[in-house]
Nanobody, 119 residues
């Protein structure tokens, strides 16, 4: 099972970016999907989480600015980031709990995509 993120880059304060995460490989179903981020010198933190039924959880720091969504048939997840702030600068990672075709639960991570918010 492989997760690949895309969509990172440079944005100005107040700007927007949309991250994507696509899962591939030996997949039966995806249970939950989560975006994490890690800024230099800081611990990795949960940004947004979406369950198999579409329920969502957000970190307080991004509520009202970020929106997580998923496209289950395409094994994809997205993070729409609006009103970006310099403190949103970090490497963003995709995480998913995936049942493979042998019904084994795998916890998968992507390699990350850099988001930089700067004028």
């Amino acid at each position: 099972v492989q997760l690949v993120e895309s969509g990172g880059g440079l944005a100005q304060p107040g700007g927007s970016l949309r991250l994507s995460c696509t899962a591939s490989g030996n997949i039966l179903s995806i249970k939950t999907m989560t975006w994490y981020r890690q800024a230099p010198g800081k611990e990795r933190e949960m940004v947004a989480h979406i369950g198999s039924g579409g329920s969502t959880i957000y970190a307080d720091s991004v509520k009202g600015r970020f929106t997580i969504s998923r496209n289950s048939p395409d094994n994809a997840m997205y993070l729409q980031m609006n009103s970006l702030k310099p403190e949103d600068t970090a490497v963003y990672y995709c995480n998913a709990d995936i049942f493979d075709n042998n019904s084994r639960l795998q916890i998968a991570w992507g390699r990350g995509t850099q988001v930089t918010v700067s004028s």
